[in-house]
């Protein structure tokens, strides 16, 4: 147990709907990233977000956006959905110290978004 | 641009024998490696991590995994298999300098043990 928690676990939606994914960090950790896994593939980086603000982004369309809230918890957004944004989306967790001296992330066990 | 290739998308074990998983990296910078495990739903948890130390890093469970510069590789190994080894494994590099924890995950080794 990472102490990393996503809601809700699964969902599933139609194409065009919008979805809003939460996740709540460890505590003490104030860095949060967002990782989509396709089906039988390693997931990809969506962003990062510290200390509330967008902190890097990965090769995904601006339908994709985030918060993160003053307590560090985060949500990740999608507007529009389309049928290849069926995933399993992780969200990790980390402190700037863990970031600078190993980069280790701790993840939670994903929310599985369907989209019909 | 930072990126792991893993072979063999499937890789059956029998119990009790040696487990080896490769993983050859490319990066511009000396990198920091990883390998992740991912139970059947359950999140990736850390097995290992190299960040410029030791070459030869042991990890949880009785896994190690070995720098190789020359050869840019990061194969990761067990010399005994258990049957709670069955999961899918991924090696990790990240996607910045030292430091920026934006992660690049090869495809996975899905890791069936065979009693």
């Known amino acids: 147990e990472t102490g990393v928690t996503q809601s809700p676990t699964h969902l599933i939606k139609t194409r065009g709907q919008q979805v809003t994914l939460r996740c709540s960090s460890q505590s003490g950790h104030n860095t949060v990233s967002w990782y989509q896994q396709a089906l039988g593939q390693g997931p990809q980086f969506i962003f990062q977000?510290?200390?509330?603000?967008?902190?890097g982004r990965g090769n995904f369309p601006p339908r994709f956006s985030g918060l993160q809230f003053p307590n560090y918890s985060s949500e990740l957004n999608v507007n529009a959905l389309e049928l290849d944004d069926s995933a399993l989306y992780l969200c990790?967790?980390?402190?700037?110290?863990?970031?600078?001296?190993?980069?280790?992330?701790?993840f939670g066990e994903g929310s599985r978004l369907t989209v019909l | 641009a930072q990126s792991v290739t893993q072979l063999d998308s499937h890789v059956s074990v029998s119990e009790g024998t040696p487990v080896l998983l490769r993983c050859n990296y490319s990066?511009?910078?000396?990198?920091?490696l990883f390998w992740y495990v991912q139970h059947p739903n359950k999140g990736l948890q850390l097995l290992l991590k190299?960040?410029?130390?030791?070459?030869l890093v042991k990890g949880i469970n009785g896994f190690e995994a070995e720098f190789k510069k020359s050869e840019t590789s990061f194969h990761l190994t067990k010399p005994s298999a258990h049957m709670s080894d069955a999961a899918e494994y991924f090696c990790?590099?990240?996607?910045?300098?030292?430091?920026?924890?934006?992660?690049?995950f090869g495809k996975g080794n899905q890791v069936v043990v065979i009693p």
């Open positions: 990790v590099v990240s996607l910045g300098p030292y430091g920026n924890n934006r992660l690049a």
């Open positions: 990790a967790s980390t402190t700037r110290r863990e970031a600078v001296d190993t980069g280790e992330l701790f």
């Open positions: 977000y510290y200390r509330e603000e967008e902190n």
């Open positions: 190299y960040t410029s130390a030791a070459t």
């Open positions: 990066s511009s910078y000396s990198p920091s």
